[in-house]
């Protein structure tokens, strides 16, 4: 029998876990959409790169505590309820990097995936500028760069 922890071929539950230090043990409650649609991401971009290429999720679910540790690191607001309706929380977000392929390009091959086209896309700048936010919200289309 197989591993039930692997999502897709290129995908395992573990990446997805979450990275607080005190919190919830490191559970990974993930939408299976989200990850079919990084696994299109990592196949399309392959493709188009002209070579196999890794998606490395550098965060994918974050309990409600990790993601105020985050939003406080990262100076974006907090609600009064203590948290920020992050996509994240909700197993339908990740945020990830393609070693050596321009996020021009990944972020475009996003745009082609319906999930993706559909949810949020977002990009960071500064040392953060080769991650990009992907999600499957259902709520409407977000995009930002910041």
């Known amino acids: 029998m197989g591993d039930l922890d692997q999502l897709t071929r290129n995908f395992h539950r573990r990446e997805f876990a979450c990275r607080g230090d005190c919190c919830c043990g490191h559970s990974a409650p993930i939408n299976l959409t989200l990850v079919h649609g990084l696994q299109l991401l990592r196949d399309w971009v392959s493709l188009r790169a002209g070579r196999d290429v890794r998606i490395i999720v550098t965060s994918g679910f974050r309990c409600v ?56 896309i977002g990009r960071y700048s500064g040392a953060r500028a080769d991650m990009i936010h992907l999600d499957v919200r259902t709520e409407g289309r977000a995009r930002w760069t910041g």
């Open 65 to 120: 505590t990790h993601d105020r540790e985050v939003a406080q690191i990262v100076g974006k607001m907090v609600g009064a309820d203590g948290g920020r309706r992050s996509q994240h929380c909700f197993g339908l977000a990740a945020d990830i990097v393609v070693g050596g392929v321009d996020p021009d390009l990944v972020q475009s091959v996003a745009e082609e995936i319906g999930v993706f086209r559909g949810g949020g």
